[in-house]
């Protein structure tokens, strides 16, 4: 009779080997759905095991402290005894993957993208054909609220004019989401009003070709 042991190394190997073919499989479906090119679905399969590497936040340990941490005594000033935290650059989060559902998408704009700039960067990763495909059942006030709100700071506040033409592809592909009329209708009126300044500075912004997308825009999020 096999031992105990054996047994749950055995088993753990079989959950483990159980885990990888579900990943491996997965990773095919999603480059199968990509319609992409063999080398890049063999790199997306010989990855799908590994996990997106993101900077932690922790604390770590360095043999002494600096200089400047000393008196003139040679005393050690101050607390923290040679620890110090690592620094978070704005826009460090790199997204692994396309999401494949709005739900995916919520948790790592959610989740995973701890600033306006890194949201501003996560919408911009996402395929336009991707946003369509995620929110064609529907597009609920709350993310499309938070996303009006990082296209206000990003666009607006910040006055990036060259940024015009990307939020106007957002925002016309996000009107074509599931259910948008109500959606629109149920935007509290602190994010209506950042609605109509995004349009009046996209207004000064685009070219005056631009003038017939500006009204398609206009009147999809009920601003005629």
Same mark, same amino acid.
């Given at each position: 009779?096999?031992?105990?042991?054996?047994?749950?190394?055995?088993?753990?190997?079989?959950?483990?080997?159980?885990?990888?073919?579900? !990943? /491996?499989?997965?990773?095919?479906?999603?480059?199968?759905?990509?319609? /992409?090119?063999?080398?890049?679905?063999?790199?997306? /399969?010989? %990855?799908?095991?590994?996990? &997106?590497?993101?900077? &932690?936040?922790?604390?770590?340990? /360095?043999?002494?402290? *600096?200089?400047?941490?000393?008196?003139?005594?040679?005393?050690?000033?101050?607390?923290?005894?040679?620890?110090? &935290?690592? *620094?978070?650059?704005?826009?460090?989060?790199? *997204?692994? @993957?396309? *999401?494949?559902?709005?739900?995916?998408?919520?948790?790592?704009?959610?989740?995973?993208?701890?600033?306006?700039?890194?949201?501003?960067?996560?919408?911009?990763?996402?395929? +336009?054909?991707? =946003?369509?495909?995620?929110?064609?059942? @529907?597009?609920?006030?709350?993310? =499309?609220?938070?996303?009006?709100?990082?296209?206000?700071?990003?666009?607006?506040?910040?006055?990036?004019?060259?940024?015009?033409?990307? %939020?106007?592809?957002?925002?016309?592909? =996000?009107?074509?989401?599931?259910?948008?009329?109500?959606?629109?209708?149920? =935007?509290?009126?602190?994010?209506?009003?950042?609605?109509?300044?995004?349009?009046? !500075?996209?207004?000064?912004?685009?070219?005056?070709? @631009?003038?017939?997308?500006? @009204?398609?825009?206009?009147?999809?999020?009920? +601003?005629?």
């Amino acid at each position: 009779m096999a031992s105990v042991p054996k047994l749950s190394k055995e088993l753990d190997n079989a959950i483990e080997d159980d885990r990888r073919y579900k !990943q /491996v499989d997965s990773a095919k479906k999603r480059a199968v759905a990509q319609r /992409v090119d063999y080398d890049t679905f063999k790199n997306l /399969v010989s %990855v799908a095991h590994l996990k &997106p590497l993101q900077a &932690p936040d922790e604390i770590v340990r /360095v043999k002494g402290a *600096p200089a400047w941490r000393f008196n003139s005594s040679g005393v050690t000033e101050g607390k923290g005894k040679g620890e110090r &935290p690592i *620094p978070q650059e704005e826009g460090s989060f790199i *997204p692994a @993957e396309q *999401p494949n559902t709005s739900a995916s998408f919520e948790r790592t704009w959610k989740k995973s993208c701890r600033t306006s700039e890194e949201r501003y960067a996560y919408i911009k990763f996402c395929a +336009l054909d991707t =946003l369509a495909q995620i929110f064609k059942v @529907e597009l609920n006030s709350a993310l =499309l609220s938070s996303i009006l709100e990082v296209m206000h700071e990003q666009f607006l506040v910040k006055d990036s004019r060259e940024k015009a033409d990307q %939020v106007c592809d957002i925002l016309v592909c =996000l009107a074509k989401s599931g259910r948008f009329s109500l959606t629109i209708r149920l =935007l509290g009126k602190k994010h209506k009003q950042c609605l109509t300044e995004i349009m009046d !500075q996209l207004k000064q912004a685009c070219e005056k070709g @631009e003038d017939a997308r500006l @009204e398609e825009i206009c009147k999809a999020y009920g +601003l005629e």
